[in-house]
């Protein structure tokens, strides 16, 4: 009995580190798919450094917000920004753009409507691109990714 006790958590554990340790999703747009399962929720920084929140369906197919709400809250080095966001061409768009800087952290507030309880994520705000995956650093797809990317050849 101990024996399938013992079975049953090593593979739990297994099952737990290989999701740990998973290849990131490749976001459509480019950016950070933060969700695991869908919906999906993908974080994107455009050229105007606004901030995207995408969500698609299990197959990576668009679906347009409804209900959802989305809090950013970037902790730049001038200090702490707060985010508000608008539906935008099927997407939450930030109506105010990052705070100048790199390398600093940003939450994600992630709820299904108003008054649902909030996810939160976290990204390190990185633009660099990746010389191995061609992606910006926040969204970097690479086995390491999250890690060390001294090796990647900015």
Known sequence: MKTKHTLSIIAALVLSASALFAKPIAGPKGGRILTATAPHAEFFVDASRNVVISFY????????????????????????????????????????????????????????????KPTNYRVEYHAEVC???KRAEYACTCTEAGGDHSGHGH
């Open 57 to 116: 369906d299990a197959d990576l197919k668009p679906v347009s917000p409804t209900d959802q709400v989305a809090i950013v809250t970037a902790e730049a080095p001038s200090g702490k920004a707060k985010l508000e966001f608008a539906i935008k061409d099927g997407a939450l768009v930030s109506v105010a753009p990052l705070p100048a800087g790199d390398g600093y952290r940003v939450v994600v507030q992630l709820k299904a409507n108003a008054t649902a």
């Open 131 to 133: 010389g191995e995956c």
